[in-house]
């Protein structure tokens, strides 16, 4: 089964930056579309930033201009680097990736990771 681990998480300023990284590892699998969502405590998980199968990149509104998304298929591995943050950016950041699995029985699914927290204040 694919597998996704997310790291770089912790505590960081206001204004200050931070870059989160989410690796992907399994026997069989190709990954069609991954990006990263955030929930806060109360909060529904939202869409952060995410890697379409067409190539393009999808960020939702309060992070536009801020964070940006970047994907290194060879590691199978994707990147969140976050500028200027804010304290409303605090939240348990998750990886999510749609995959398909196996190499005789060939199947598609959707997979997240454990999530990472980010926590900004002073």
């Known amino acids: 089964q694919v597998q996704l681990v997310e790291s770089g998480g912790g505590l960081v300023q206001p204004a200050g930056s931070l870059s989160l990284s989410c690796a992907a590892s399994?026997?069989?699998?190709?990954?069609?579309?991954i990006g990263w969502y955030r929930q806060a405590p109360g909060q529904q998980r939202d869409l952060v930033a995410r890697?379409?199968?067409?190539?393009?990149?999808n960020y939702g509104d309060s992070v536009k201009g801020r964070f940006t998304i970047s994907r290194d298929n060879a590691k199978n591995t994707v990147y969140l680097q976050m500028n200027s943050l804010k304290p409303e950016d605090t939240a348990v950041y998750y990886c999510?990736?749609?995959?398909?699995?196996?190499?005789?029985?060939?199947?598609?699914?959707?997979?997240w990771g454990q999530g990472t927290l980010v926590t900004v204040s002073s």
């Open positions: 399994g026997s069989t699998f190709s990954i069609i579309g």
């Open positions: 890697c379409t199968p067409s190539g393009s990149t």
């Open positions: 999510n990736a749609g995959v398909f699995e196996g190499g005789i029985s060939i199947r598609y699914r959707e997979v």
